[in-house]
């Protein structure tokens, strides 16, 4: 009973002072706790102190990997290898400029083609140099990669995908992407380098920052020109390279892409695992528009958003939504969709085209002086045409009312400035205000060739009162929604016109009133073949170019095939002898055409059906007052009366013709050598 009752005693007492023990355990952990935070902050300080500037430590460390003694200093960056996958040189270009500005940073940096380097052996290498490794990667023909990049990308393809390499095969790898492509082509713009930053992602590389794109697409753009794009994203690289010399990390806005998230604040295991999913192109003011994620980021399927990026990106939709509120309020509802139309000429683009010598008209034409305009002002002959048709070459303006086009073939010596586009969607000038300005800025630059040496006076004040007008001097001149309105315009000013299409729009070929010759651009005779060399952006267009044919076929025009310098260099340019020897074939092979002309100077030949053949003479030459007289009489019929080219031809001379001695070239005039001060008689 003792034993017991001293139990019972004590247990009556601490059930008593039970509050008093409560406070004693709650004391002693919180006291632990503060220990426990106070050690493990304290800790973390003296880690800090031997990388931050404001140390004692640590001031030596500065832009680069600083300068303090190698026992002391951790090295956060060894160098900078840059690779780039280029077709036409822009991507390789756009390396060299970075590697410059990387130099300037007392950094190690190499220059790589992606051609030249083993992938598997050479990234695997990369996980543990703490070198960053960029890659500037072009997306050409059908969405693929640049030849020098192929196998680059098959084989980083294969890794991604292949379960027997491991997952984490290039953990430790950081890296950046820049893409370079055109927007135009909608269904594969930028997708190399889209791909490749997904591929790398898959691998366990780690982003150092947003992937960003450069456009080819000056009207669509972001800073006006692909060099644009690439120096705004330049800027923010070394900005980043230079935090990451100094050892710092960048804060996770919850776009780290990678495993979990190692930034503060709460996030969910279901958003770390999907968070390569996430719309990188949602960023913070800071942050350039013109960065985009991967393929599926673009699309915006299944995305997940941090909440702490959840304010910022409804600020932004919000503020976006009031923005086109108060721009469609401006507009009006009688001009709205008018309104809303960008124009095809941006400031770049204006500049560019400029500097190349074109005058530009309103916001979607433009006019320059030919060359061969400026060799009959001097009496040294005229193009083709004035071989093949009898135009006088120093009367013909050459102008286009749209820069814009269909197609970005590889031969083509706009160098790819101009936009591209498989529909009309940019403001609309009026066809009066579009030959007006031709005229009054075609009559300027004549003017501005009085005094130039060998010009002749007669053939200049000739040259003011314009006689021909060649709509083929860039893009797509069949695109323009007006372009009958702006052909009658011509013909009532008694203006012949020369309309060249890509063989794209069959059905404003079909629409179109006549226009004195309608040239079709054949470039190539297959599928593929048409696909490559035109790089074409409709998808049936193939289709679209049998069809064109067909359209020319029934408007009963004749067909003329030409082949000219180009861009490309002079090893990708036929021999005369060639062009004359395929001519020949071809007219073997088409029994109703023959070899009418030829114009050696401009290495092209003209192929005349057997109906301009009268009487054993050819007749490719154009009367072009009768052109003039038929076209006032189908207009005063109401298009009632229709007239065909054999109408209107004349008598082509004998110097004109092929297997004259003369080769194309005009008797009456003087034939200057370009390497040569003699002068001969005949010739080019």
Known sequence: MDTWSFFHTCLVSIWLHRFYIYSAIAFGISLWIVIQFTTTRTKRKGEKSHGNPSSPEGTADKLGNGSAP??????????????????????????????????????????????????????????????????????????????????????????????????????????????????????????????????????????????????????????????????AWKGKFLSRLQALCRGEKKPCSGKC??????????????????????????????????????????????????????????????????????????????????????????????????????????????????????????????????????????????????????????????????????????????PEVILQEAMEKHQSMIRQLKGVAGVKAARLEEALAVKHCALSLVGEPIMYPHINSLVRLLHQHGISTFLVTNAQFPEEIRRLEPVTQLYVSVDASTKESLRRIDRPLFKDFWQRFLDSLKALAEKGVTYCGESSASSLTLANVPWHGEVLSFAQ???????????????????????????FQVDGQWRTWIDYGRFQELVREREQSGGSRSFSAAEYTARTPAWALFGARERGFDPLHVRVPRRSKARLASGC
């Open 257 to 430: 892409k990678k495993g979990k998230c190692k930034s503060s604040g709460k996030q969910s295991k279901e958003s770390s695992d999907n968070e390569h999913r996430t719309s990188e192109h949602e960023n913070t003011e800071a942050e350039e528009l013109f960065e985009t994620s991967s393929e599926e980021e673009a699309g915006g399927t299944d995305s997940v958003i941090d909440v702490e990026d959840l304010g910022n990106i409804m600020g932004h939709m919000k503020k976006a939504k009031r923005e086109q509120e108060l721009q469609e309020g401006a507009a009006g509802a009688g001009s709205k969709e008018e309104a809303e139309r960008r124009e095809m000429i941006t400031p770049a683009l204006r500049e560019a085209l400029t500097k190349q010598g074109y005058k530009l008209i309103g916001s979607h034409s433009g006019v320059k002086l030919c060359r061969w305009t400026k060799a009959m002002l001097r009496g040294r002959g005229g193009c083709y045409k004035h071989t093949f048709y009898g135009i006088e070459s120093h009367r013909c303006m050459e102008a286009t009312p749209s820069l814009a086009c269909a197609n970005k073939c590889v031969f083509c010596w706009r160098h790819h400035t101009n936009p591209v586009g498989t529909e009309w969607r940019w403001r609309t000038d009026p």
């Open 585 to 611: 074939e071809l007219a073997r092979l088409l029994p109703e055409y023959g070899v009418a002309c030829e114009h050696q100077h401009s290495n092209c030949l003209l192929l005349a059906h057997s109906k």
């Open 70 to 231: 190698p026992q002391a200093q951790e090295v956060h960056v060894a160098g900078v290898k840059i690779f780039y996958g280029s077709q036409t040189g822009t991507a390789k270009r756009f390396a060299q400029a970075l590697a410059e500005a990387v130099t300037s940073l007392n950094l190690p940096v190499e220059v790589i083609n992606m051609g030249d380097y083993d992938p598997e052996d050479g990234l695997s290498e990369e996980t543990s140099s703490r070198n960053i490794c960029v890659f500037l990667v072009a997306t050409y023909t059908d969405g693929q990669p640049p030849e020098s990049a192929a196998w680059f990308c098959q084989w980083l393809e294969e890794a991604a995908n292949d379960f027997r390499v491991g997952k984490s095969f290039l953990q430790g790898l950081r890296y950046a992407v820049f893409g370079l492509g055109n927007s135009a082509y909608v269904d594969h713009y930028n997708t190399v380098g889209r791909r490749m930053d997904r591929w790398l992602w898959m691998l366990s590389a780690s982003r150092i920052m947003t992937r960003a794109e450069g456009d080819c697409n000056v009207a669509q753009s972001k800073h006006g020109s692909i060099e644009a794009d690439f120096e």
